[in-house]
């Protein structure tokens, strides 16, 4: 089982409401993240790439919103504020933390590629 976690198992580790770390190696972590009500995150030191398992709802990070559902991934840059709102109660996240504490620090960059400047 050193190889990977099924969601299966995921589930079974992490409460609901909450979150668990159920992988990690080095600066990665992977958590399972299944809130309720609320969403009561406050801003990270790594950066942060979320996929959605289950849920839908509205996805706040720094200024932006944005609509969510299943299989949807997103970030949120280290120190950013960020939360989720609006949200199904059935949200379930997978949560990839990675990187330098205080993130990487890139000039830009790519989303269906298009590159945006940082």
Not at 44 to 66: F, K, M, P, W
């Amino acid at each position: 089982m050193t190889s990977g976690v099924s969601l299966k198992e995921a589930r079974a580790y992490a409460p609901v409401p909450g979150f668990a770390e159920v992988f990690g190696r080095g600066s990665l972590r992977v958590e399972l993240y299944r809130p309720r009500g609320h969403d009561p995150q406050t801003p990270h030191t790594q950066d942060e790439l979320y996929v959605v398992v289950n849920g839908s709802g509205i996805y706040l990070c720094a200024d932006e919103r944005r609509a969510f559902g299943p299989g949807d991934v997103l970030f949120a840059p280290a120190g950013a504020e960020h939360r989720f709102e609006a949200f199904s109660d059935d949200l379930e996240l997978w949560v990839v933390f990675y990187g330098p504490e205080g993130g990487e620090r890139p000039a830009r960059r790519t989303v269906l590629g298009q590159e945006v400047p940082e």
